[in-house]
Structure formats: C-alpha cells, structure tokens
C-alpha cells in the first residue's frame, strides 16, 4: 500500500502558475506510474495527466497540453505537477493517483488503485 498526500494548491489569477506536489510514503515510489486528476464543482472527475514509473512517458489530456508538466523524482518519492497560463476553467480539487500495474499509460480512474485526498486550486479572472 502506498498514502499520498498533495500539496500545492490555492488561489491565483487567470495566467499565474501553481507547482502541485505529491508526496508518497509506504511502498516503493518507483512501483508506480502515477496520475493527476481533478474534480471542478458538479462535474465528474477527470484525467489530467499521467507518468511512467521511469519518467520516459508522459501523457496529458487535451485540455492542459502544452500549459502543464508532470514530473518526479523517484529519490524524493514525490510527482509534481506544474501549472502554467492557468485559466478559470482549471479550478478544480486536484487528486494524485497510483497504478501499481506498471503497464500502459492510463487516463482511466479505475485503473489506479491509490488516491490521494486532493488540494483544491483556485483560478479567479
């Protein structure tokens, strides 16, 4: 089992930067690929990006490509992911995941089996 804890999150402008962490403890960080995700308010859940456990691949949703970096460094057993040109619509309770799998990137939530409890990011215009 693996806890994660984000870290990060709060209130910006409408293209401010935030720099979100996800500290993991319990096993091993690098078992892991490990995901982004958030929730905005009445919406559902939804993928923002992906990494592998080596950090070779990377993945983003369409909404955030070439604005948002996810990163890690397996020494420090944290992923980060940071935050550029933000917008309103990203405002959401962003959550860090885990897939213990080790396989294929993925945008879907039932293929991680860790969560975290989530930072809310706050983007005013």
């Known amino acids: 089992q693996v806890q994660l804890v984000e870290s990060g999150g709060g209130l910006v402008q409408a293209g401010g930067s935030l720099r979100l962490s996800c500290a993991a403890s319990?096993?091993?960080?690098?078992?892991?690929?490990m995901g982004w995700f958030r929730q905005a308010p009445g919406k559902e859940r939804e993928f923002v990006a992906t990494?592998?456990?080596?950090?070779?691949?990377?993945y983003y949703a369409d909404s955030v490509k070439g604005r948002f970096t996810i990163s890690r460094v397996n020494v420090k057993n944290t992923m980060y992911l940071q935050m550029n040109s933000l917008k309103p619509e990203d405002t959401a309770v962003y959550y860090c995941a885990a897939d213990r799998s080790r396989a294929t990137l993925s945008r879907y939530e039932y293929e991680y089996d860790y969560w975290g409890q989530g930072t809310q990011v706050t983007v005013s215009s």
């Open positions: 990494i592998s456990w080596s950090s070779i691949s990377t």
């Open positions: 319990g096993r091993t960080f690098s078992n892991y690929n």
